[in-house]
């Protein structure tokens, strides 16, 4: 039967909406925050970090904002292209050290 | 684009082979690591370096073996292939005593062991 992880949350949107991807974490000493975005058969590719000092960072058509007290964090993508399909995670981190925990990953389809 | 390069990107291979995945970054970051992927499933971490001469075991049970002589070089070896070792292998760096905390990722090898 099929894997348990190929049923990944997905979020559906029409190319040039904006998106909004979630992302609950776990550990409450985690001080960085990672977005990645991978596409099919390739590596995970960074969009955009937060250090656990700032609520809100924007990008290039991207904004990452953290809600340390319910331990959120959020992706929004600006006028959704069809480029942007993917699976989107994040990660957190302490302090620099090994030991990145990484998201479950949503994968995001864009409609035209 | 990250400066990081892993061969081969497929690799079909017998049970019972020996095999070493190459992983190389060029941006002379001391931290690297390896993960298991499967497909829509979460990054494991198999193996981690400090830097030359020093390697970690991950969270994940792994049958593989890593080395750093050098710090630009972590290759993964798997001194007999197994059906249970097809996934994709994903190799990463990061640099955090220079502020580098992102971790980096190559594009991957995909291997299916028959």
């Known amino acids: 039967g099929e894997s348990v992880g190929l049923h990944l949350p997905t979020l559906s949107v029409q190319e040039g909406d904006n998106s909004i991807i979630n992302c609950a974490y776990s550990?409450?000493?985690?001080?960085?925050f990672i977005w990645y975005k991978q596409e099919s058969g390739k590596g995970p590719q960074f969009i955009i970090d937060i250090r656990s000092n700032m609520d809100k960072r924007q990008g290039q058509r991207v904004t990452v904002l953290l809600n340390k007290t319910v331990k959120h964090l959020s992706l929004q993508i600006a006028a959704t292209q069809p480029g942007d399909s993917a699976v989107y995670f994040c990660a957190e981190n302490n302090g620099g050290t090994y030991k990145y925990i990484f998201g479950t990953g949503t994968r995001l389809k864009v409609l035209a | 684009e990250a400066d990081i390069y892993q061969t081969p990107r497929y690799l079909v291979i017998g049970t019972g082979k020996k095999i070493t995945l190459e992983c190389s970054q060029t941006?002379?970051?001391?931290?690297m690591y390896w993960y298991q992927q499967d497909p829509g499933m979460e990054l494991h971490l198999i193996h981690y370096s400090y830097g030359v001469n020093s390697t970690e075991k991950g969270d994940l049970s792994s049958e593989s073996t890593v080395s750093r002589i050098r710090t630009e070089h972590f290759p993964l070896t798997l001194e007999s292939a197994r059906p249970s070792h097809t996934s994709q292998y994903l190799c990463a760096s990061s640099d955090p005593l220079a502020g580098v905390y992102e971790q980096y990722f190559g594009p991957g090898t995909r291997l299916t062991v028959t």
């Open positions: 550990n409450s000493a985690s001080d960085y």
């Open positions: 941006m002379g970051h001391d931290k």
